[in-house]
């Protein structure tokens, strides 16, 4: 009964190749959110989506894209991958208010050539 | 610059006993913690969380206990079993600056029999 599922699981890129990935839920939630998270750190937000209003964190590199065609999907696009991108990426979601339950994907494991 | 620490980054405990793992939060403006444990190929999932307004929330065996003054939060798991064996990830959000979820980095607990 997978809530937030997340395609690939992991996915090779080249250096400057542009790659996406895909996240899609079945809670029918408002919220969706995008975090990195490198080898040993915190998960950091990249941006969210309530509804179909984009927000994006002061520090998310323009390398970093979003698009949400509708309420159940939720990509993220990298333009051109730097070794540094090589990372988790989570998805979440959550019903609505920050103080929802947030319910993260399995993640997809982003390796950089 | 991390605005939640957790200092422990791994920890052992016998089957039976008292987990406590800690957290320590710099922003005094965050208002609303949580705990996420994480299993190994698995997204985080919800634990348990307390507002600001309290400083104690019990779930079965999982008690959070915040000290607002110390800006210290703790996860006691009782008693520790080996299913517990995941790592803990501490959050914390401000309430009014949107929907930002601040991560630590994680500490890996392991239950042995």
């Known amino acids: 009964d997978a809530m937030v599922i997340q395609n690939p699981r992991y996915q090779v890129t080249q250096f400057g190749k542009p790659v996406t990935l895909s996240c899609s839920q079945t809670?029918?939630?408002?919220?969706m959110y995008w975090y990195q998270q490198k080898s040993s750190q915190a998960p950091k937000l990249l941006f969210h989506?309530?509804?179909?209003?984009?927000?994006n964190e002061a520090d998310t590199p323009d390398n970093f894209q979003s698009r949400r065609p509708n309420t159940s999907f939720c990509f993220l696009d990298i333009r051109s991958p730097g070794l540094g991108d090589a990372a988790m990426y989570l998805c979440?979601?959550?019903?609505?208010?920050?103080?929802?339950?947030?319910?993260f994907g399995p993640g997809t494991r982003l390796t950089v050539l | 610059d991390q605005q939640v620490k957790q200092n422990s980054p791994s920890l052992s405990v016998q089957e039976g006993r008292i987990s406590i793992l800690n957290c320590d939060y710099t922003?005094?403006?965050?208002?609303?913690f949580l705990w996420y444990k994480k299993y190994p190929a698995e997204g985080p999932t919800f634990l348990i969380s307390?507002?600001?307004?309290?400083d104690k929330n019990e779930d079965g065996r999982f008690t959070v206990f915040l000290n607002k003054s110390a800006k210290h939060l703790s996860l006691h798991i009782v008693p520790s079993q080996p299913g517990d064996s995941a790592v803990y990830f501490c959050?914390?959000?401000?309430?009014?600056?949107?929907?930002?979820?601040?991560f630590g980095k994680g500490t890996s607990l392991l239950v042995t029999p």
């Open positions: 979440a979601t959550s019903r609505d208010s920050f103080t929802d339950t947030q319910y």
């Open positions: 809670l029918n939630h408002n919220v």
């Open positions: 989506y309530y509804d179909k209003d984009f927000n």
């Open positions: 922003n005094s403006m965050f208002d609303y």
């Open positions: 307390i507002s600001s307004i309290k």
């Open positions: 959050a914390a959000e401000n309430s009014n600056s949107g929907y930002a979820l601040n």
